[in-house]
């Protein structure tokens, strides 16, 4: 079983913000910004490349929701999911960054000239 699912199953703590019947929302343990959440199906789904419309459009609402109970709906914030190898996923757990709190920063993220792909 994948960490994420056992912290669904409640065998690994959490530092949870919201939770309902499909999606669970906590800090991540090694945070990137003051506010860094965690949110994920509470069925596996490996990442994004697998995921359905259906739990896209229930994930967008909870995804809000998550923003606006941390402080940072207004304030502003990034969702990332980093899939596969180059995207640099670790969990195989589809899970959605949020990442808030202060001005993030933007920039290069590979190695690589961008121009040099298409
Ligand atoms: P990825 O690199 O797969 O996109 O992100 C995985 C994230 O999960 C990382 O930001 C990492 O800090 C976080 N993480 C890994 N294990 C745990 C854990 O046991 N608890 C919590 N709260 N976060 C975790
Ligand atoms: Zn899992």
Redesign the pocket.
């Known amino acids: 079983m994948c960490?994420?699912c056992k912290?669904v199953n409640g065998e690994?703590p959490?530092?949870p913000v919201r939770e309902n019947d499909d999606f669970l929302a906590?800090?991540?343990?090694?945070?990137?910004a003051p506010a860094?959440i965690?949110v994920i199906p509470k069925v596996h789904v490996d990442s994004f490349n697998d995921v359905s419309p259906e739990m896209m459009a229930g994930m967008t609402g909870f995804i809000q929701e998550v923003a606006e109970a941390v402080g940072i709906k207004e304030s502003g914030y990034r969702v990332?999911?980093?899939v596969g190898h180059n995207?640099?996923?670790?969990?195989?757990h589809l899970?959605w960054?949020v990442l808030g709190g202060a001005k993030l920063s933007w920039g290069h993220f590979a190695d690589a000239d961008p121009k040099d792909f298409f």
Do not use: A, M, R, S
Request: net charge neutral.
């Open positions: 960490i994420f912290i690994l959490v530092n906590f800090h991540d343990i090694n945070p990137k860094h965690l990332i999911t980093n995207g640099g996923q670790e969990v195989k899970h960054h």
